[in-house]
C-alpha cells in the first residue's frame, strides 16, 4: 500500500519553569505502523484536566489504588496540546477502554475495586462520565489529529463487567458465568469466564437474541431507547448480519470509528474469542474507516487502513504467525490483526545483547512474521513482573525498547521512572497517579527518552528497516527502509568512549555526506568511511 508523505510538527520541548521550548524543524516522514511509538495510558490515572467530573475520586471503601483516581480525557487533551507527546515522538496514544463501566464495587479478594481501568463494560454505547463525555473524546481524536498522532481505542468484547448490587446480570442468552477457564486447550480458554464473576459472551452460540433488559431500561430511563433500536434497525438492514450477541457489540463498537475516526483498536483478551468474531469486526472496522476518510478528507493523516493489535496473552514473537493453544495452533493475523503484542520483549531484552536482541528480531520480522509486526514493552498496567520493576535500569530500557524493530510501547510513566512499587496489592501496583508535579521536563532520563524517540519518530528504518551490524566494539549497526521512492538510512553507536570518538560507517554513507547527531545536535562528515565527533556523550544517532 502507498503511504503518503507526511508533515509531522516534531517539537523536543527542553521546557523551564516558564514554559518556554524550542521547535526543531519540520520532518517530512512516512508514517508505518512497524515503527510506531504507541503511548499507552490509563485515563484515570493519566492526568486530570476536569475537576468536576470527579464523581467517585473520593471512594473511603476502595482499596490501594483501586477507585477512581480523577485523570480524565481532557488531562489527555492538555498534554496533547502542551507537546508533551510530540517531544516523545509518540505516533499514537493508546487509551485504555473509555465505556462507561460498572458503578457498583466488587471484592476481589485484594479489597473493594472499581471499574477506573476501563475493562468492565456496562454499556459499549456510552462514554464513561467520571472520565469524560463523547465531545471530550471527540476532541480528544482531533487534538491528536492535529498533531499527526494517531489513536488507539481499547475495547473489549470477551465480557462484561461484574455483576453488583447496582449492575445487574445480563440476560443467560447473553452471558454465562460458568465455567471458569483452565487454560488447557482452546474450549478451556474460550467458552469459559476469565475469574470468577466476569460474565462472558456467548460467541459461541450464534443464535439470535433480543436487546438485553438492562440497556432496554436504562436507555429509556435516559430517554435514548428509540433513537438505539432505530440505529440497531438500521444496521442489521443494511449488513444483513444476523442478531448474534456480537454483532450488536460490534455494531456500537465501529460507531466510535465512525463518528470520531480513530485510527485503530487494542483489542482486549483476543485469544478468548473465537476468530470468526475478530474476522467480522475487523472487516467492518476497516470498511468504516474507509467511509470515515471520505467524508473527513481534511483529517485524514495517511492512507493506511484500520489499524488492530491484539492481546494474545504470552504471545511470543518466536511463535511466528501461530499462538499455541495448548491443543491447537491458532494465526491471529489470518483473522485480519495487524499486530500482536510481543509479551517476549521484556525476557529478550534481559538476557540478550544489543547485536543478539536487533538480529533476532531482524530476522523474525523479515522472514515469517513478513508484512505484519508486533509491539514491545517493558511495563504494561497488568504485567506483574516487567523488565525494569525497580527502576534501576531506566536509560537502558529506553535504548532497548526504541532501538528495537517492531512496534514501541511506553507505558505512562516509563520516561520519568513513574514508580510500580507503590503498597497496593496485584496489578494495582503498576497504576500509580502520574505525578506531573514531579516531572522535570529537564531531567536527563526524560531527555534521554525524548531523544531515542525523536530519531525513531523521524526515522522509519528504525523499527520497520532491516539491520546490518558494523562493529561490536564501540556497538555500531545500520538501519535501511525503503517505501516507493523514499528511503531512510541511519546509523546507530551505542557504548561509545565519551569525548572524542572515530566511527566507522560501513557502505551506509559515502565520503563527502554530510550527517548530523541526534544525540548531541552535532553534525559530521564523512571522510575515509568514518566519522570523528567529539561529544559527551556514548550513543551517536546518525543520519544525512
Same mark, same amino acid.
Given at each position: 500500500?502507498?503511504?503518503?508523505?507526511?508533515?509531522?510538527?516534531?517539537?523536543?520541548?527542553?521546557?523551564?519553569? &516558564?514554559? /518556554?521550548?524550542?521547535?526543531?524543524?519540520?520532518?517530512?516522514?512516512?508514517?508505518?505502523?512497524?515503527?510506531?511509538?504507541?503511548?499507552?495510558?490509563?485515563?484515570?490515572?493519566?492526568?486530570?484536566?476536569?475537576?468536576?467530573?470527579?464523581?467517585?475520586?473520593?471512594?473511603?471503601?476502595?482499596?490501594?489504588?483501586?477507585?477512581?483516581?480523577?485523570?480524565?480525557?481532557?488531562?489527555?487533551?492538555?498534554?496533547?496540546?502542551?507537546?508533551?507527546?510530540?517531544?516523545?515522538?509518540?505516533?499514537?496514544?493508546?487509551?485504555?477502554?473509555?465505556?462507561?463501566?460498572?458503578?457498583?464495587?466488587?471484592?476481589?479478594?485484594?479489597?473493594?475495586?472499581?471499574?477506573?481501568?476501563?475493562?468492565?463494560?456496562?454499556?459499549? &454505547?456510552?462514554?464513561?462520565?467520571?472520565?469524560?463525555?463523547? /465531545?471530550?473524546?471527540?476532541?480528544?481524536?482531533?487534538?491528536?489529529?492535529?498533531?499527526?498522532?494517531?489513536?488507539?481505542?481499547?475495547?473489549?468484547?470477551?465480557?462484561?463487567?461484574?455483576?453488583?448490587?447496582?449492575?445487574?446480570?445480563?440476560?443467560?442468552?447473553?452471558?454465562?458465568?460458568?465455567?471458569?477457564?483452565?487454560?488447557?486447550?482452546?474450549?478451556?480458554?474460550?467458552?469459559?469466564?476469565?475469574?470468577?464473576?466476569?460474565?462472558?459472551?456467548?460467541?459461541?452460540?450464534?443464535?439470535?437474541?433480543?436487546?438485553?433488559?438492562?440497556?432496554?431500561?436504562?436507555?429509556?430511563?435516559?430517554?435514548?431507547?428509540?433513537?438505539?433500536?432505530?440505529?440497531?434497525?438500521?444496521?442489521?438492514?443494511?449488513?444483513?448480519?444476523?442478531?448474534?450477541?456480537?454483532?450488536?457489540?460490534?455494531?456500537?463498537?465501529?460507531?466510535?470509528?465512525? /463518528?470520531?475516526?480513530?485510527?485503530?483498536?487494542?483489542?482486549? &483478551?483476543?485469544?478468548?474469542?473465537?476468530?470468526?468474531?475478530?474476522?467480522?469486526?475487523?472487516? /467492518?472496522?476497516?470498511?468504516?474507516?474507509?467511509?470515515?476518510?471520505?467524508?473527513?478528507?481534511?483529517?485524514?493523516?495517511?492512507?493506511?487502513?484500520?489499524?488492530?493489535v491484539g492481546e494474545v496473552y504470552n504471545y511470543f514473537i518466536g511463535n511466528g504467525l501461530m499462538y499455541d493453544y495448548g491443543d491447537k495452533k491458532y494465526n491471529f493475523f489470518a483473522d485480519g490483526y495487524k499486530s500482536l503484542i510481543n509479551f517476549d520483549f521484556k525476557y529478550d531484552a534481559t538476557r540478550s545483547t544489543y547485536d543478539s536482541l536487533f538480529i533476532k528480531y531482524d530476522t523474525l520480522l523479515h522472514n515469517n512474521l513478513k508484512g505484519y509486526t508486533v509491539i514491545n514493552y517493558i511495563s504494561s498496567h497488568d504485567d506483574g513482573q516487567p523488565y525494569d520493576v525497580k527502576r534501576e535500569k531506566t536509560f537502558e530500557s529506553a535504548t532497548k525498547l526504541l532501538l528495537c524493530q517492531g512496534g514501541a510501547q511506553i507505558y505512562y510513566g516509563d520516561e520519568v521512572a513513574r514508580t510500580l512499587q507503590v503498597p497496593a496489592a496485584g496489578d494495582a501496583t503498576l497504576r500509580s497517579f502520574m505525578d506531573w508535579t514531579s516531572v522535570s521536563t529537564q531531567s536527563d532520563l526524560l531527555t534521554h527518552w525524548r531523544k531515542l524517540g525523536m530519531f525513531r519518530a523521524q526515522h522509519p528504518s528504525i523499527g520497520a528497516g532491516r539491520h546490518t551490524t558494523i562493529s561490536q566494539m564501540p556497538y555500531t549497526f545500520s538501519r535501511t527502509w525503503s517505501n516507493g521512492s523514499f528511503t531512510d538510512q541511519t546509523l546507530v553507536v551505542l557504548d561509545a568512549p565519551k569525548g572524542k570518538k572515530k566511527v566507522v560507517v560501513g557502505e551506509v554513507f559515502k565520503d563527502g555526506d554530510l550527517l548530523i547527531d541526534h544525540y548531541s545536535g552535532k553534525s559530521v562528515k564523512v571522510s575515509n568511511g568514518q566519522i570523528t565527533i567529539d561529544s559527551q556523550f556514548d550513543i551517536v544517532l546518525l543520519s544525512k
Open positions: 500500500m502507498r503511504i503518503k508523505v507526511l508533515f509531522i510538527l516534531f517539537v523536543f520541548v527542553f521546557a523551564c519553569k &516558564t514554559k /518556554e521550548s524550542e521547535t526543531v524543524s519540520i520532518t517530512k516522514v512516512p508514517f508505518t505502523w512497524e515503527n510506531a511509538t504507541v503511548y499507552f495510558l490509563l485515563t484515570d490515572r493519566f492526568n486530570d484536566g476536569d475537576s468536576s467530573n470527579n464523581l467517585d475520586t473520593i471512594t473511603n471503601k476502595a482499596a490501594p489504588y483501586r477507585g477512581f483516581m480523577g485523570g480524565d480525557l481532557k488531562g489527555v487533551i492538555q498534554k496533547i496540546e502542551d507537546g508533551y507527546f510530540d517531544s516523545l515522538g509518540v505516533t499514537a496514544i493508546w487509551t485504555t477502554p473509555i465505556v462507561q463501566n460498572i458503578l457498583g464495587s466488587v471484592d476481589e479478594g485484594t479489597g473493594i475495586s472499581y471499574g477506573f481501568h476501563g475493562y468492565w463494560t456496562r454499556d459499549w &454505547t456510552e462514554v464513561d462520565e467520571r472520565i469524560g463525555t463523547r /465531545e471530550d473524546f471527540k476532541n480528544m481524536v482531533k487534538a491528536a489529529h492535529k498533531h499527526g498522532i494517531r489513536v488507539l481505542m481499547d475495547i473489549v468484547l470477551n465480557h462484561t463487567g461484574p455483576v453488583t448490587p447496582v449492575d445487574p446480570l445480563w440476560p443467560s442468552d447473553w452471558v454465562k458465568t460458568e465455567p471458569q477457564c483452565v487454560y488447557k486447550n482452546v474450549e478451556s480458554t474460550i467458552n469459559c469466564t476469565l475469574v470468577k464473576n466476569l460474565p462472558d459472551i456467548r460467541t459461541e452460540d450464534n443464535k439470535e437474541v433480543g436487546l438485553p433488559t438492562v440497556l432496554v431500561e436504562k436507555w429509556k430511563k435516559e430517554g435514548r431507547y428509540d433513537q438505539e433500536v432505530k440505529e440497531l434497525e438500521e444496521y442489521f438492514a443494511r449488513t444483513g448480519n444476523p442478531r448474534y450477541n456480537y454483532y450488536y457489540i460490534i455494531k456500537w463498537l465501529i460507531d466510535y470509528i465512525k /463518528e470520531y475516526g480513530i485510527d485503530g483498536f487494542r483489542i482486549d &483478551t483476543a485469544k478468548h474469542v473465537e476468530g470468526y468474531v475478530w474476522k467480522a469486526l475487523i472487516k /467492518e472496522a476497516k470498511e468504516a474507516f474507509l467511509d470515515w476518510k471520505k467524508l473527513h478528507p481534511e483529517e485524514v493523516l495517511d492512507d493506511n487502513e484500520f489499524y488492530t
